[in-house]
């Protein structure tokens, strides 16, 4: 049973930190790229970043470029997204996604399966 767990929201005030992780089973971690999406209220699910399977090449939006950061760590098969400087804007709902591929896409239709979402609120 393929299984994306996702955890570490919460409510923060603006300028703090987040991390978020995403713990994947059922399927094999090491061959699918990693994305995170946020959807705000009434606002479409964008991309955030996502990291390839080699972990040597991460992406990101350019609203968030400079203070959030992905990465994965295959011994665990999680994925984190580590968000620094956080501003009221980038409250949301937060999900991890995997892709059967090794390549990262802006996309959401392209993924393969997801998590739960996990809320991130940020206070101004």
């Known amino acids: 049973q393929v299984q994306l767990v996702e955890s570490g929201g919460g409510l923060v005030q603006a300028g703090g930190s987040l991390r978020l992780s995403c713990t994947a089973s059922?399927?094999?971690?090491?061959?699918?790229?990693m994305g995170w999406f946020r959807q705000a209220p009434g606002k479409e699910r964008e991309f955030v970043g996502g990291?390839?399977?080699?972990?040597?090449?991460?992406y990101y939006a350019e609203s968030v470029k400079g203070r959030f950061t992905v990465s994965r760590d295959s011994a665990k098969n999680t994925a984190y997204l580590q968000m620094n400087s956080l501003k009221p804007e980038d409250t949301a709902v937060y999900y991890c996604?995997?892709?059967?591929?090794?390549?990262?896409?802006?996309?959401?239709?392209?993924?393969?399966?997801w998590g739960q979402g996990t809320q991130v609120t940020v206070s101004s």
């Open positions: 990291i390839g399977w080699s972990s040597q090449t991460a």
């Open positions: 996604a995997a892709r059967d591929d090794f390549r990262v896409v802006l996309n959401s239709r392209e993924y393969d399966y």
């Open positions: 059922g399927f094999t971690f090491n061959h699918y790229a």
